[in-house]
């Protein structure tokens, strides 16, 4: 229940949720470009999740210095 109590950034809690979160947004991403090949708005989705992802990281990692 202390995980749920804590802030969403601090410390590896927020970390492996925000990882999780750019994980889950990837397959996502992935389950719709294999479902739907044909749609144009996948490449523009593929585009943005490429740019998710690594934000995650960065985000995390700022989030761990300001803690710290």
Same mark, same amino acid.
Do not use: E
């Given at each position: 229940?202390? #995980? /749920? $109590?804590?802030? =969403?950034? !601090? +410390? *590896? %809690? +927020?970390?492996?949720?925000? #990882?999780?979160? +750019?994980?889950?947004?990837? *397959?996502?991403?992935? #389950?719709?470009?294999?479902?739907? =090949? &044909? $749609? &144009? #708005?996948?490449?523009?989705? &593929?585009? !943005?999740?490429? %740019? *998710?992802? =690594?934000? !995650? /990281?960065?985000? %995390?990692?700022?989030?761990?210095?300001?803690? +710290?």
């Amino acid at each position: 229940t202390t #995980l /749920f $109590l804590a802030p =969403p950034w !601090s +410390g *590896i %809690a +927020g970390l492996l949720a925000l #990882l999780g979160t +750019g994980l889950a947004v990837a *397959i996502a991403a992935t #389950l719709v470009d294999a479902a739907a =090949p &044909r $749609l &144009r #708005l996948v490449d523009v989705g &593929r585009a !943005s999740w490429t %740019a *998710i992802v =690594p934000c !995650s /990281f960065i985000i %995390a990692a700022l989030a761990l210095i300001v803690k +710290g």
